[in-house]
C-alpha cells in the first residue's frame, strides 16, 4: 500500500512560480514512479510530469517549458515547480504512483493517488 499527500497549492497571480510537493510512504516506493497530473473543472484528468526513482523524467509537451519535476528519493518526496503560471493553470493538481515503469502518461496505469491540491492562477 502506498499514500501520496500533495501540498503546496494556492492562489497566485499570472507569471507566478509555486512549487508543489508529493510525499509518499509505503513499501519500497523508491521503486514506483511518481507522477503529476491535473483535472480543471469540467475536463479529463490530464497527465503534466512524471519521475522514475531513477530520477528520468517525462513531460506533456504543453508543459515542458514551464514545469519541472523532481525527486528526493532520501525524502521519499516528488516535486513539481511550475512557472510563468497561467489563469489556464487552474485546476486540482495529483500526485500518483505506480509500480510498473511504462507507459507514464496514462492515468489508467497509475495504481495509487493523492487527494489532490487546489492551484489557482488569478489576477
Known amino acids: 500500500q502506498v499514500q501520496l499527500v500533495e501540498s503546496g497549492g494556492e492562489s497566485v497571480r499570472p507569471g507566478g512560480s509555486l512549487r508543489l510537493s508529493c510525499a509518499a510512504s509505503?513499501?519500497?516506493?523508491?521503486?514506483?514512479?511518481l507522477g503529476w497530473f491535473r483535472q480543471a473543472p469540467g475536463k479529463e484528468r490530464e497527465f503534466l510530469a512524471a519521475?522514475?526513482?531513477?530520477?528520468?523524467?517525462y513531460y506533456a509537451d504543453s508543459v515542458l517549458d514551464r514545469f519541472t519535476v523532481s525527486r528526493v528519493n532520501a525524502k521519499n518526496t516528488a516535486y513539481l515547480r511550475m512557472d510563468n503560471l497561467k489563469p489556464e493553470d487552474t485546476a486540482v493538481y495529483y500526485c500518483?504512483?505506480?509500480?510498473?515503469?511504462?507507459?507514464?502518461?496514462?492515468?489508467?496505469?497509475?495504481?495509487?493517488w493523492g487527494q489532490g491540491t487546489q492551484v489557482t492562477v488569478s489576477s
Open positions: 519521475i522514475t526513482g531513477g530520477l528520468t523524467p
Open positions: 509505503g513499501r519500497n516506493i523508491n521503486d514506483y514512479v
Open positions: 500518483a504512483a505506480k509500480s510498473v515503469s511504462l507507459p507514464v502518461r496514462s492515468s489508467s496505469s497509475y495504481d495509487y
